[in-house]
C-alpha cells in the first residue's frame, strides 16, 4: 500500500523511537536513531561553578514527557500493554504514592507482534523517569569562560549527551546528564548563542 512520504518518515520514528529534526547546516530533514542515542560519550562537559554557562539553571518536574499506561499497536496485527504499577511515576493515585494515569498509545509498522512489548517497555521507562528536566541549558560560544571547549559545544547536536558539573546547592547533586532533545541558535556579527532544550540521560546509559 502506498503512503505519502511523510506517512513513512513518522512510521520510521514510531517505531525505533528516534528522533526527526531539522538539520543546521542545510535545507531539509534529519534522523536519529535510538541505538546511535544509547551509551554515549559526553560530547560536552560544561563546569556550573567555573560559570561555563551564560545564565541559570531553571529545571522542571513538569509531566509533558509522562507516560505511565502504554499501549503499542502492530498495523494490521496484535498490541502489547505495559504500565508502571507501583511507585512514585505509576499509575497509582497520588494519595496512593503515584502520579495517576497517563496513557499513551501508538501503532507501528513493525514486523512481527514479538516486538512490540519491548517498544512498549521503552516508552514506559522513558516515560517514567523521576527526574527532573531542563528546558534551557543556555551556552555563548563568545565568551572567554568557554573557549577551550568552543568546538564541543557548537558540535552538541539533537541527541547528543552532555553533563554539567559542580551545580550549585539548589539542584540535584551532579554531574547533571541531559540529552539534548532541541536547541534554539541565535548567530550573528556580534552573538552566538545556544540554548539546549534537555531531557534526562539516565535512560539512554551514557558514561
Known amino acids: 500500500q502506498n503512503q505519502p512520504l511523510l506517512t513513512l518518515l513518522q512510521q520510521v520514528e514510531d517505531f525505533d523511537r528516534g528522533l526527526i529534526f531539522e538539520p543546521r547546516g542545510f ?14 560519550t559526553a560530547a560536552a562537559v560544561l563546569d556550573y561553578s567555573a560559570a561555563d554557562l551564560a545564565g541559570v539553571l531553571q529545571p522542571t518536574e513538569d509531566d509533558q514527557f509522562t507516560r505511565n ?14 504500565y508502571l504499577a507501583t511507585g512514585p511515576m505509576s499509575v497509582l493515585n497520588p494519595e496512593q504514592g503515584g502520579v495517576g494515569e497517563y496513557a499513551y498509545s501508538v501503532s507501528v509498522n513493525a514486523n512481527a507482534d514479538s516486538q512490540l ?12 523517569v523521576d527526574d527532573v528536566r531542563y528546558p534551557s541549558v543556555p551556552v555563548n560560544l563568545v565568551r572567554s569562560e568557554v573557549a577551550d571547549m568552543f568546538s564541543a559545544l557548537a558540535g552538541v547536536d539533537v541527541g547528543d549527551y552532555f553533563q554539567i558539573t559542580n551545580p550549585p546547592f539548589w539542584l540535584p547533586t551532579g554531574p547533571l546528564r541531559q540529552l539534548a532533545y532541541g536547541f534554539t541558535e ?22
Open 69 to 82: 499506561d502504554i499501549t503499542v499497536s502492530r498495523i494490521d496485527g496484535s498490541s502489547s500493554r505495559q
Open 117 to 128: 512489548a519491548g517498544i512498549a517497555s521503552w516508552i514506559l521507562s522513558l516515560g517514567t
Open 186 to 207: 541565535t548567530l550573528n556579527t556580534f552573538t552566538w548563542t545556544i540554548a539546549w532544550n534537555a531531557v534526562p540521560e539516565s535512560p539512554y546509559g551514557g558514561s
Open 27 to 40: 535545507f531539509g530533514l534529519c534522523y536519529r536513531t535510538l541505538a546511535s542515542m544509547k551509551s554515549q
